[in-house]
């Protein structure tokens, strides 16, 4: 028997509000778990650029929605691409390990593989670490302009390479470094944070189950973008008077998509749900944002979770039935840290 261990601070939001609508969680913060207030909420007003989650100011330098939507089809074209690529056999290729490092580290080589390594090296975990160390490492990459013929072994750029190859003067080079980490690393991010949270929670799978069902499932229990922050704005008070002028307000998918009046055993798993819900009109359901402002990379991380679910089904592999604790971190991105996976043991005696 598995058990999934939250941070003390998640476990108290669960023991301590789920079920409820709007609370009090600081002094100058209100949370937002209720569907009904959070629909409105987030329907009142867009998200401003420091509210958005991967296109805040770049080192003070503004990003237009214009631009980000444009930075975001870029990827979202590499990753096209890199789908379209023969794809690899189960057998093939080797995912056993710690997730969602391996898995991060497959899409990198997957999708960027060809960049040069200046570039490949911002999809390094260990950049988020601090700040600093991620613009040293921007910097130090800026320093000489890249070739637009500038791929491994004469394969050609990513596109969002492209953009680096574009830029011509230092600061903009520096700029154009910045994005490319903005763009791809969350994707790689999310999509095998995701996956590795599919795998701890649906292990062991069953061979009928459809990896979307698994997906959707494992976006309710262990949501990647667990919370949404709003500042304080004049248009929220008059939705609901528990909020005041001065309240930020953080809404919480975490708790909504456990609530029990939306839903049924909401700390099972069970992916069979999603035979007869539509995960894109389903209430308190919120894994890609609300209505009015879907996440722009969901196009990606779908296909990419589902290719990587494919793989890891094909080739045998299953979470180390040693391993029996998952801890979930207090983290921008949730998921459980550090699920290993093996060879399964019918699997390994058959070969």
Known sequence: ?????????????FREHLGQDVFRLEPDTIGIAGHEVADRILAARRATETERPTFKPLHGRSI????????????????????KRERP??????????????????????????DPYRLRVLMSRNLE????????????????????????RGAPLTSLAGLV????????RRYALGMYRRAAAPVCFTVSTLVSNALWLGSPIDPETPNQHLLYESLRMLPPSWNLLRNASPEYPAIDDRIGAGDDVLL????????????????????????????DNTPGYLPFGHSSERCWGRHMV??????????????????????????????????????????????????
């Open 252 to 279: 919480l998918p975490l708790l909504s998509h456990r609530d029990p009046e939306l839903w049924d055993a909401p700390h099972e798993f069970r992916p069979e749900r999603w035979e007869t819900l539509d995960p």
């Open 302 to 351: 779908m296909p990419l979770a589902e290719l990587l679910l494919d793989l890891i089904r094909g080739s045998g592999l299953e979470v180390d039935p040693a391993q029996t604790t998952g801890k979930v971190p207090l983290a921008g991105l949730l998921g459980v840290a550090d699920v290993r996976l093996v060879k399964a043991r019918r699997a390994a005696a058959a070969a």
């Open 165 to 172: 190859a574009d830029a011509t003067t230092y600061q903009d």
């Open 129 to 152: 670490l601090t700040t600093k160390l991620t613009w040293s490492v921007i910097s130090a990459g800026a320093a000489l302009p890249l070739s637009k013929r500038g791929g491994r």
């Open 89 to 114: 056999r189960p057998e093939d290729v080797d995912l056993s390990g710690l997730w969602p490092l391996t898995g991060h580290m497959f899409l990198r080589d997957m999708i960027l593989g060809n």
């Open 1 to 13: 028997m598995r058990a999934t261990v939250f941070h003390p601070r998640l476990a108290t939001l």
């Open 64 to 83: 237009a929605r214009s631009e980000a939507s444009s930075v975001t089809r870029t990827i979202g074209s590499d990753v096209r691409e890199a789908l």
